[in-house]
Structures are given as structure tokens and as C-alpha cells.
């Protein structure tokens, strides 16, 4: 069978399944089983795929027919031009996140002209894509990355020396700020924290629903459980004039702006995402 006519049965088969997008799925795949980039199978639709090449796509397709996410298959996700390492122990970073990230970076990279040095903490670091960002964009800062699940620390620690960051990112496990032994004064604390109710993770689609690690996303009753206890926390971690950055979910804009002001925090914008949906917090200390 050629490339061609792979793609197109393949494509057609994840089509069936209710797969979105299911040509470029395919496309995806393909590509990095040949190990090629996907345009340059264009070049390719007449050649012959060996039976070992077909095996395996087989298996890939079969896998995503199943909703397993292209990024689990593959185990890697882009995020701000990078490849990531992923696997069930770590949300696969959505592109939404990479604005919270250049919004991150911009302030530290501000901050650390003004200061000559910055300090960064990731709260709920995942496969650490804010942190090993923040750490690439911003040399002299010093980055923490905080995560509950020691099995995402390690994830979030291969991509930090995948991305030559390790020396600069110090990793801590633990539940919340208790994962911190001492005291602790950060120039900004970045966080992307689960945000969604416990009942609404049912209802979500597969690829999140099971194969999501449901700490990433389980944000308690009204999906807002982290934003109260951030609001309260973390201002004792951060400096005087230090910035506090979040991500949340659709439709949670007004209750987050309430939860932050009822602590006394200076709201300094509600950011929206690409499709226009208010998706970020910046706020500062009282
Ligand atoms: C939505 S994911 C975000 C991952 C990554 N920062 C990103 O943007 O792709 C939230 C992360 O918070 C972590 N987390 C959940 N509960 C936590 C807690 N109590 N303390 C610290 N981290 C927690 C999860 O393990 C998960 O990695």
C-alpha cells in the first residue's frame, strides 16, 4: 500500500470513530513513524510502505481510533516550538497556555533588567512547559517548579534537561506550598491549576476524560478550589511588588476576579485567549 492510499483509508477509519481532524491525525502519525516532517510525505504518496511500516501505523491508528491522544502515541506535545515529553502523569500542554507563558516571560524578563536577577515559581509544573519556557527565555532567572505527583516531577525534569534548563530549575514535590521546607520569595508565581468541577470530568472527551491525569484536572466542587487557596496562599510567597499569573477556565472570569479582589488583591487584567474567551489573571499584592 502506498502513503497515499494509507492516509486516505486511515483517515476515513479515524473519521468513523469521531475522531476530529482525522487526516492530519493521520498525517501526524505517519510522519513520525517515517521520521520525516509530515509536508515531505507529500513528496512521498506513490512510495510503497514495508509491512513492518504498515504494522505499526496500524497499531497507532488503532490507538487513536480508541481516543488515546495523538500526543500519548507519539509522546511528545509542541509547546512554543518545542517538543515536550508526555505521558499519562502529565496534562498534555493546550496552545492556550503558551500566551499565559509569553505573558510570563515578557514581566520576568522585565523584571530581571530592573533587578539584575528575577525568581519564577510554576505551581502545578506538569510536564513543566512554563517552567523550562520561563528558564529558556530568561537565563538569569531563577525558576521552581512545584508539583504534587513525584511521576510528574519526573517527567517536568527530562524536559528541563532535554531543554538544557536543569541547572536552572529547582524542582519540589509536595502538595501546594507545603512542598516548600523554608521561606521563599518569588517575583511571580505562574500557575495553569486544574479548573475543572469534579462532576463536569465525566462529560469531557475522552482523550481528556482518560487519559489526562485527573489531578491535572479536578479543581474540586466548583472547579475553583486551587484559585481560593492561591488567592490566600500565595501572596506569603511572593515579593512586595511580585506578580501573580493564572490561567482558568471558560466561563470562570467573574468568579475568579471575586475571589481575588474578597482577598484584597489588585486585579490588573482578565486576559482572553485566541478565540477571545477571558482565560488569564494577572494580579499584584495589596
Ligand atoms: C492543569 S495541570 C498544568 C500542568 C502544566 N503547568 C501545564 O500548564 O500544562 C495542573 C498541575 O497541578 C498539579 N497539582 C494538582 N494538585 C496539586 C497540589 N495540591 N499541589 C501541587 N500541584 C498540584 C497536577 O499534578 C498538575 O500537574
Known amino acids: 500500500m502506498t502513503v497515499l492510499e494509507v492516509i486516505q483509508r486511515s483517515a476515513d477509519f479515524l473519521s468513523k470513530k469521531g475522531v476530529e481532524s482525522p487526516r492530519l491525525h493521520v498525517e501526524l502519525l505517519l510522519a513520525h513513524l517515517l521520521q520525516m516532517p509530515r509536508m515531505k510525505l507529500y513528496l512521498n504518496f506513490e512510495r510503497v510502505l514495508t509491512?513492518?511500516?504498515?504494522?505499526?501505523?496500524?497499531?497507532?491508528?488503532?490507538?487513536?481510533?480508541?481516543?488515546?491522544?495523538?500526543q500519548h502515541i507519539i509522546g511528545t506535545a509542541?509547546?512554543?516550538?518545542?517538543?515536550?515529553l508526555v505521558n499519562k502523569s502529565v496534562l498534555i500542554p493546550r496552545p492556550e497556555t503558551e500566551i499565559l507563558a509569553e505573558r510570563a516571560w515578557s514581566?520576568?524578563?522585565q523584571r530581571a533588567k530592573e533587578k539584575g536577577q528575577s525568581t519564577a515559581l510554576d505551581f502545578g509544573t506538569g510536564s513543566g512547559c512554563l517552567a523550562v519556557m520561563l528558564a529558556k527565555k530568561c537565563p538569569t532567572a531563577k525558576i521552581h517548579a512545584l508539583d504534587i505527583s513525584s511521576e510528574a516531577i519526573e517527567v517536568a525534569r527530562e524536559n528541563a534537561t532535554r531543554h538544557q534548563v536543569i541547572e536552572q530549575i529547582e524542582f519540589h514535590q509536595?502538595?501546594?506550598?507545603?512542598?516548600?521546607?523554608?521561606?521563599?520569595?518569588?517575583?511571580?508565581?505562574?500557575a495553569n491549576p486544574p479548573y475543572i468541577s469534579s462532576e463536569e470530568i465525566s462529560t469531557l472527551e475522552p482523550e481528556v476524560r482518560d487519559h489526562d491525569p485527573r489531578l491535572a484536572l479536578d479543581g474540586g466542587a466548583d472547579g475553583l478550589e486551587f484559585y481560593r487557596l492561591l488567592a490566600k496562599e500565595s501572596r506569603n510567597w511572593l515579593a512586595p511588588d511580585g506578580y501573580l499569573m493564572l490561567e482558568f477556565g471558560e466561563g470562570q472570569a467573574e468568579s475568579i476576579r471575586e475571589i481575588f479582589e474578597q482577598q484584597k488583591w489588585i486585579v490588573e487584567a482578565i486576559e482572553p485567549d485566541y478565540t477571545q474567551r477571558l482565560r488569564f489573571l494577572i494580579a499584584r499584592r495589596n
Open 51 to 70: 509491512e513492518t511500516e504498515l504494522e505499526k501505523l496500524r497499531d497507532f491508528v488503532k490507538r487513536r481510533a480508541n481516543r488515546e491522544p495523538l
Open 78 to 84: 509542541n509547546f512554543c516550538g518545542l517538543e515536550f
Open 107 to 109: 514581566f520576568l524578563q
Open 174 to 190: 509536595g502538595n501546594g506550598f507545603a512542598a516548600f521546607s523554608g521561606k521563599k520569595e518569588f517575583d511571580l508565581i505562574v
